[in-house]
């Protein structure tokens, strides 16, 4: 049975719900709202969505290891930065199972998006529309011809509208398969004969040491990060860390770190009863030991202090 959902979320944290073939972690960059608005529609095998976000953020996303993955732009100036790569306006990216990566957004972002299950953990390939797709063994920045995309991205958005203003419709058993084949056949040949941009040795060493630097702040959800400790963990200079971070996520692992504790903390009271907590004891479990300094970076990112943020988790 096919499905099409149309939402809006309000901040970072409730569009992270969103992904379901993905685990996902959102930081926004800049001291505005976050919002999104996200067509999802799901097909027999082939899943699409379309979405819209309001201001830059930082993406860490894993994908699926159960599902193929295609990305692109829908409108994006300047355009988004996947693993240190800008994804231009004429490419899709091809995501390999499983792929972790840093996506660093600048500003208003719209993309799409379009999967497949992989049926066969160790298939080297995968049929689509009668042929043969070779998966990518890593991340794949991939130009098709220009009729190819320009075909995907108008049967992209034509389906995408069409969940917006007749979802009933569009999830009935025979208008379902026939966008779903159409889709499918698009798909295909924007994926048979590409030009594939691929990535240097130094590129390729800079995707270990973030994944490796991703592991640790996995490894300690709840607790601060200093880049020192960081480095010894993962054994790489400071000034090596430095360039990754400053390619990747476009700020130094210190901006990072502090950007990311700060969002964590706000979810943390957001989440918590002030009749049994207090922002000194969220402030603390961050790292953030002058409580003058954190309340007045709290206000500055989020334009209230996190007395009320505290406040209004109570009454919600």
């Known amino acids: 049975m096919s499905l099409a959902t149309v939402r809006g979320y309000s901040n970072a944290e409730q569009l992270e719900t969103a992904y379901i073939a993905a685990k996902v972690e959102l930081t926004p960059t800049q001291n505005r709202p976050y919002e999104a608005h996200v067509v999802d529609l799901k097909f ?23 599902r193929t993955f295609v990305r692109f732009l829908t409108r994006s100036d300047p355009p988004p930065l996947v693993d240190g790569t ?19 957004s600048f500003g208003q972002l719209s993309w799409g998006a379009i999967s497949l299950p992989v049926d066969d953990p160790m298939a080297k390939r995968l049929a689509i529309a009668g042929r043969d797709i070779v998966l990518p ?14 075909r995907l991205m108008r049967l992209h958005a034509e389906v995408g509208k069409m969940a917006e203003t007749d979802r009933a419709r569009v999830v009935t058993d025979t208008v379902s398969h026939a966008v779903e084949q159409s889709l499918l056949d698009a798909l295909a040949e924007c994926l048979s004969d590409p030009v594939a941009r691929s990535a240097t040795s130094a590129h ?24 020192p400790e960081i480095c010894d963990a993962i054994d790489v200079p400071e000034r090596t860390l430095r360039l990754c971070c400053q390619e990747r ?23 918590s009863d002030p009749a049994t907590t207090t922002v000194t004891d969220i402030a603390t479990r961050f790292g953030f030991w002058h409580f003058g300094r954190f309340a007045g970076c709290y206000r500055l990112m ?15």
């Open 137 to 150: 063994q890593s991340s794949t920045h991939l130009v098709p011809t220009t009729d190819a995309f320009v």
């Open 44 to 66: 027999d095998r082939l899943w699409m969505q379309r979405v819209d976000e309001s201001a830059a953020r930082i993406k860490w996303a894993e994908q699926s290891p159960q």
């Open 86 to 104: 800008p994804l231009r306006d004429n490419e899709i990216i091809h995501f390999s199972r499983g792929h972790q990566y840093f996506e660093h």
């Open 249 to 271: 996520l476009g700020m130094s692992p210190k901006q990072y770190l502090l950007l990311r504790r700060m969002h964590m903390a706000r979810r943390a009271l957001s989440a």
């Open 204 to 227: 390729k060493r800079h995707d270990i040491i973030m994944r490796r630097f991703r592991r640790i702040l996995e490894e300690a959800p709840d607790h601060a990060l200093y880049v």
């Open 302 to 316: 989020f334009g209230e202090p996190p007395s009320v943020t505290l406040q209004d988790a109570g009454r919600q």
